[in-house]
T-cell receptor, first 116, second 109 residues
């Protein structure tokens, strides 16, 4: 089955640094990727939708300058948390969908970010 | 390799009847399971969860059953309502999240 990986799986960083999280679709071409943030025991919050070759579409309330998304190829999307602060600590999860079949999404395992 | 599988991509049920959504997993170390509901153009919303120490958790019309020996999870919705029409994702947690690919439920009025 389709597999989506994320790297790193967990990262600890100091406040003020930037962290890049990669999301890769390993065996299919993902025209659309989604980035979510997961708070403990709460719903996944959709942060942005990333389409290959175009700018990401951010959800209301998500700072595009803080959460930089790049979808440079059909198998890779990156999320960069710039100038991270402790309140950015969370699970970040990506998912990938196939063009025309976005009802089926393949989720990555998540990246646990802890900002000290 | 998919560690959490939802083998039915879609399901149609008459209003008032029971909807049963299934989920299978491979890793016996998972200790927490969740179901999410997703409407189009929205992020998944948390629906119900169950710890591995339990075999059933009920919340209103939603009940999740866990069969650890079979590594099987199911979500029962009864009675089903048209507003339940959505995509349902199951997820397992054991240091990381593992999501199924979703089952699209259509409740027919």
């Amino acid at each position: 089955g389709a597999v989506v990986s994320q790297h790193p799986s967990r990262v600890i960083c100091k406040s003020g640094t930037s962290v890049k999280i990669e999301c890769r679709s390993l065996d299919f071409q993902a025209t659309t990727m989604f980035w979510y943030r997961q708070f403990p025991k709460q719903s996944l919050m959709l942060m942005a939708t990333s389409n290959e070759g175009s700018k990401a579409t951010y959800e209301q309330g998500v700072e595009k300058d803080k959460f930089l998304i790049n979808h440079a190829s059909l198998t890779l999307s990156t999320l960069t948390v710039t100038s991270a602060h402790p309140e950015d600590s969370s699970f970040y999860i990506c998912s990938a969908g196939l063009a025309g079949r976005l009802e089926t999404q393949y989720f990555g395992p998540g990246t646990r970010l802890l900002v000290l | 390799d998919q560690q959490v599988k939802q083998n039915s991509p879609s399901l149609s049920v008459q209003e008032g009847r029971i909807s049963i959504l299934n989920c299978d997993y491979t890793n016996s170390m998972f200790d927490y399971f969740l179901w999410y509901k997703k409407y189009p153009a929205e992020g998944p919303t948390f629906l119900i969860s169950i710890s591995s120490i339990k075999d059933k958790n009920e919340d209103g019309r939603f009940t999740v059953f866990l069969n650890k020996s079979a590594k099987h999870l199911s979500l029962h919705i009864v009675p089903s309502q048209p507003g339940d029409s959505a995509v349902y994702f199951c997820a397992a947690f054991g240091n990381q999240f593992y999501f199924g690919t979703g089952t699209s439920l259509t409740v027919i009025p």
